[in-house]
């Protein structure tokens, strides 16, 4: 995949982390070779060596923001 597709990395967890082993990151696929993959996240960039890649995939663009809630005008 090429540096600005948005993709989903899911990713092994270290063994002395609890739950279940596996989490994502979602966002912009900044660099990706043989050593593994950054993925720019909304919490910043998340740097996935390649021996804990479990699955990567493309993803749609995320949907447009809704007007906020509120009472309506009187």
């Known amino acids: 995949m090429p540096a600005g597709t948005r993709v989903s990395v899911r ?5 002395d982390v609890p739950g279940p082993g596996l989490t994502d990151a979602l966002g912009e696929l900044v660099r990706a070779d043989e050593a593994g993959v950054t993925v720019r996240t909304r919490r910043g960039d ?11 995939r493309a993803v749609p663009p995320p949907p447009p923001r ?9």
């Open 46 to 56: 998340v740097v996935i060596a390649a021996r804990d890649l479990r699955a990567a």
């Open 11 to 15: 990713r092994a967890l270290p063994d």
């Open 66 to 74: 809704r007007a906020p809630r509120g009472r309506p005008v009187d």
